[in-house]
C-alpha cells in the first residue's frame, strides 16, 4: 500500500526524442505526486508535481501525465536534450503535517547527442 | 546562498566507530529530514523533525539518533557503524502548510556520501 512503482530502470533516447518515465502506486490516500530530478553527486530537486484533480499538467518541456482510476502517472521529456541525462524520480504523499514522501526506484535517463 | 547544506561532504571511517552528520537550512522552514539512499539509488525517509519534534522515524536501527537543537538544523548521530550503513545520506527541509494541513515542496542538500571499511 505504500509502495510507488517506477519503470522503466534506465531509459536510453536520442536527442529531440519523447522521453517516458512511468509510475504506479496503490494507496488511494495520495493526493501529491512529485517528480525530482537528480544530477550525480547532487540531491535531487523538485522538477514539477500534480494533484489528482488534474489529468496534466505541463511545465516546458516537462509534462506530468495523472491517470486517477488506474492509479499512474508518467513524466513525458519532450524534445529531451543531452542536459536532461540525470535519474529521475516519482513520488507521492498523502495530506499529512509530517510530509512524508515515498519514492518510486528511480530512472536513469540517458539522453544521446 | 546555499540552501539546504551539509557536512561533511564525504565521510570515511571504519566499523564501529561513531559519526555524526551536520544539516542546516536557511530557508526559514520548520520541517527537516534526513533520507538514505542506498548503492541503488533508492531513497527512503529515516526521520522528520517539526519545529523540533520527531515527527517521522521510521523503521531504523536505534543505533541512528537524530537531534535537532533548533529548527534550522538536524543532525544524524550513527553509533557502531556497520558496513550496510555506507550509503549517500540527506537532509532535506520544507515549510508546513497549516492552511493546507500538510507540507510544501521538499528541498534537498548535496548529501554526505558515507564509506564503512
Known amino acids: 500500500q505504500q509502495q510507488v512503482k517506477q519503470s522503466p530502470q534506465s531509459l536510453i533516447v536520442q536527442k529531440g526524442g519523447i522521453s517516458i518515465i512511468n509510475c504506479a502506486y496503490e494507496?488511494?490516500?495520495?493526493?501529491?505526486f512529485p517528480w525530482y530530478q537528480q544530477f550525480p553527486g547532487k540531491g535531487p530537486a523538485l522538477l514539477i508535481a500534480?494533484?489528482?484533480?488534474?489529468s496534466e499538467k505541463k511545465e516546458g518541456r516537462f509534462t506530468i501525465s495523472f491517470n486517477k482510476s488506474a492509479k499512474q502517472f508518467s513524466l513525458h521529456i519532450m524534445d529531451s536534450q543531452p542536459g536532461d541525462s540525470a535519474t529521475y524520480f516519482c513520488?507521492?504523499?498523502?495530506?499529512?503535517?509530517?510530509?512524508?514522501?515515498?519514492f518510486g526506484q528511480g530512472t536513469t535517463l540517458q539522453v544521446k547527442p | 546562498d546555499t540552501a539546504v547544506s551539509q557536512t561533511p561532504k564525504y565521510l570515511v571511517t571504519q566499523m564501529g566507530n561513531d559519526k555524526s552528520i551536520k544539516c542546516e537550512q536557511n530557508?526559514?522552514?520548520?520541517?527537516m529530514y534526513w533520507y538514505k539512499q542506498d548503492s541503488k539509488k533508492f531513497l527512503k525517509i529515516m526521520f522528520s523533525?517539526?519545529?523540533?519534534?520527531?515527527?517521522i522515524n521510521e523503521t531504523v536501527p536505534n543505533r541512528f539518533s537524530p537531534k535537532s537543537p533548533d529548527k534550522a538544523h538536524l543532525n544524524l548521530h550513527i553509533n557502531s557503524l556497520e558496513l550496510g550503513d555506507s550509503a549517500v545520506y540527506f537532509c532535506?527541509?520544507?515549510?508546513?502548510?497549516?492552511?493546507?494541513?500538510?507540507?510544501?515542496?521538499?528541498?534537498f542538500g548535496p548529501g554526505t556520501r558515507l564509506l564503512v571499511l
Open positions: 532535506a527541509s520544507s515549510q508546513a502548510s497549516r492552511l493546507a494541513g500538510t507540507q510544501e515542496t521538499q528541498y
Open positions: 530557508l526559514g522552514h520548520d520541517t
Open positions: 523533525y517539526n519545529n523540533k519534534e520527531l515527527i
Open positions: 513520488a507521492a504523499r498523502r495530506s499529512s503535517n509530517t510530509g512524508k514522501l515515498i
Open positions: 494507496n488511494t490516500a495520495f493526493d501529491y
Open positions: 500534480i494533484r489528482p484533480d488534474v
